[in-house]
């Protein structure tokens, strides 16, 4: 199927899972032999309302019957892509990941498919509908948040964004539902979702005439708050993200985030595991369906 190549990288992988369940980790509750394996796939990140979703997931799909196979790997696609072959070969009754990028992956997901293995493509998805996918509606809450920020009060007009990872579905759909709301934006620079590049790219702003900063993730919000309490610059900027982890929520209670579209995590959860059970039954169908979320302001 992929090749005497694809199959050693796909052994090394799996003895990669192996290792993860037995040296560490994510923690799995020990379940029946005769439970459906979920195999998930997740991705270092910096972002706390991401290490919420993937706890969310274990834990409703540990409660649905599930035993959960925990595949941690790098943030890249290579590494992702080596996951789910391994995961492939292992056959698994069901797959979970969260792609890092919209294209790529019609040759791995071809593998799965013709295993019998299905995938479910969450919060992110894929293009050209070879997984399923479980996610929430980005565009939408992008123009609900966006007019909800220009509601709020600014000494400046301005309006500048800190732009997700390239090439990745949210990223493109925040950017598209925000400037339905808002036009252009100009002020736009890539943080690629992280915390760190969040504080760095403060410094390439024109922030003399920025009052609004719309952030893609709470990673790259936290920074920018980082940086603005670093430069004396608290309640100068209304800052906006997506997501709606713990610390995020405490610095919208706080006034220094003044709006957030909240993804529900348990939400998302609840649905993927549904979906899962779906396909396990029947590996053929492929499901999209949105989880809920909502926009919160501060007081």
């Known amino acids: 199927m992929w090749g005497e190549k694809g199959r050693i990288a796909g052994v090394l992988a799996l003895f990669a899972v192996t290792a993860a369940l037995l040296y560490g980790g994510v923690r799995t509750q020990p379940a029946a032999a005769s439970a459906p394996v979920m195999g998930v796939v997740y991705a270092s990140s910096e972002d706390e309302w991401k290490d919420e979703q993937y706890a969310a997931l274990t834990e409703q799909a540990q409660a649905a019957g599930f035993s959960v196979m925990p595949m941690p790997v790098e943030r890249t696609q290579a590494a992702q892509i080596e996951a789910l072959r391994a995961l492939t070969v292992y056959q698994v009754d069901v797959i979970v990941f969260s792609p890092v990028v919209e294209s790529g992956w019609d040759n791995v997901l071809r593998e799965a498919r013709e295993a019998g293995v299905p995938v479910i493509a969450m919060d992110k998805s894929v293009r050209g509908g070879a997984a399923s996918y479980v996610g929430f509606d980005y565009e939408g ?159």
């Open 141 to 299: 809450l992008a123009r609900e948040a966006m007019a909800a920020l220009l509601r709020r009060p600014a000494a400046k007009r301005g309006v500048a964004e800190l732009y997700g990872t390239l090439g990745s579905s949210p990223a493109r759909e925040i950017a598209r539902g925000c400037r339905e709301t808002a036009g252009a934006i100009p002020e736009s620079l890539c943080g690629d979702g992280m915390r760190s590049r969040g504080y760095e790219i403060m410094e390439s702003l024109r922030l003399e005439q920025v009052g609004y900063l719309v952030c893609h993730n709470d990673a790259m919000a936290r920074g920018a708050v980082d940086y603005a309490h670093d430069h004396g610059l608290d309640g100068a900027l209304a800052v906006c993200t997506f997501g709606g982890g713990a610390d995020v929520l405490r610095l919208l209670d706080e006034g220094r985030i003044a709006v957030v579209g909240v993804c529900d995590n348990a939400s998302l959860a609840r649905k993927t595991v549904e979906t899962a059970r779906q396909l396990v039954d029947d590996p053929t169908r492929t499901v999209r369906r949105f989880a809920e979320a909502r926009v919160q302001v501060a007081a």
